[in-house]
């Protein structure tokens, strides 16, 4: 007996020629009609476009080197769009970040290197990113100091959430930067932007406030109003869609409001709505960035483990980002901003109230 193909309903792969002067909407769209990674580029496109149109709360996690190698220009574009309302990056992102903005040195070079030449030379690498240390990273070590020196009186004694020491930071680089333009952490503050570190410690600007700590000007930071205020600002947003860069831990910071919210304040609450990854690492040995949607589905990061809603592409950030970005600039209309900075007061009582309802 014969049975009918299961198949049947799917659409028909026909190979269709390149045309000359593609747009970069047309040609995701062709790779929409291929197979592999192209097509699942295709998918993340359009459930990007999808969480934009639909108005979802849009957090970008920032994992590698991608701003230091001048990734931050689209990005930039993603705030001004409207496209982007929460950050979580890695605090030496940040800090690179701001070489830009201070026209501070950072090369092109081969990653074929001789490093122990290049030490003697005084000179770093990020991979294929040339960095100075005198001229780049210590001229970067006393900008942060200068900026501590000069805004120690807007941080408080109880401890700053990272976004507020964050912003404080991008409305300084507005003010004293030749080019603040060039800066993602400006352009996050002007217009209300929260970016919150995944780590205290774990970057150059840390290592520079425990200088600043012994000169004097001490800056705490409280990781309970980092885990509150980021729980609070999944809990209120209605739809929800995190676009994580790589994985690690911002993949980890953005995900965890959801099983702050249900697990630990005992809220109900099913996690975020939608979910977008590009990275390079294998679902083998249950590292973070590794792990697929589905088993965060089973933490409660994410409603449900729906492929429509949930999509992993397997690549270079630096290769599928600016396609995806270039997609939704292309495609979407831009957004009001949603000032989520200016509205932290009712963000975090409606979290609060929920949280006595069950105590």
Request: proline share 4%; glycine share 10%.
């Amino acid at each position: 007996m014969k049975h009918r193909s299961l198949f049947c309903n799917s659409p028909d792969i026909i190979p269709q020629p390149l045309r000359q002067k593609m747009s970069v909407s047309e040609l995701i769209q062709y790779m929409g009609q291929t197979c592999f990674e192209a097509r699942n580029v295709y998918r993340g496109a359009e459930l990007f476009r999808r969480m934009i149109r639909e108005n979802d709360t849009i957090w970008l996690g920032i994992a590698g080197a991608g701003i230091a190698g001048g990734m931050g220009g689209m990005m930039i574009s993603l705030l001004e769009a409207g496209f982007v309302d929460v950050i979580c990056s890695t605090g030496a992102q940040i800090y690179h970040d701001l070489h830009f903005a201070f026209d501070l040195p950072v090369k092109a070079i081969h990653p074929q290197c001789d490093d122990d030449l290049l030490r003697k030379h005084g000179d770093t690498r990020i991979y294929d990113i040339g960095i100075r240390e005198k001229e780049t990273l210590e001229a970067q070590d006393e900008i942060i100091r200068r900026f501590v020196r000069e805004r120690h009186h807007a941080f408080e004694a109880e401890g700053s959430a990272s976004w507020e020491f964050n912003y404080q930071l991008g409305l300084w680089v507005n003010e004293k930067a030749p080019h603040p333009e060039r800066s993602l952490t400006a352009a996050a503050a002007k217009i209300g932007v929260p970016i919150f570190w995944d780590s205290f410690t774990n970057h150059s600007i840390a290592m520079n406030l425990a200088r600043c700590h012994r000169e004097g000007f001490p800056v705490m930071f409280s990781g309970r109003k980092d885990v509150l205020d980021s729980a609070a600002l999944a809990f209120s947003a209605g739809g929800t869609g995190f676009v994580e860069l790589g994985g690690g831990g911002p993949k980890n910071f953005i995900q965890q409001t959801g099983p702050t919210i249900s697990q630990i304040l005992s809220i109900a609450f099913e996690g975020a709505d939608r979910g977008l990854q590009i990275g390079t690492a294998a679902e083998r040995e249950g590292s973070l960035s590794g792990c697929t949607f589905g088993e965060a589905v089973t933490w409660g990061k994410y409603r449900s483990a729906d492929s429509d809603k949930l999509v992993q592409i397997w690549g270079e950030y630096s290769i599928i980002f600016p396609l995806l970005s270039a997609y939704v600039i292309d495609g979407c209309p831009p957004r009001n901003y949603k000032n989520m900075i200016s509205r932290f007061p009712e963000i975090r009582k409606t979290l609060e109230d929920a949280a006595k309802q069950h105590e």
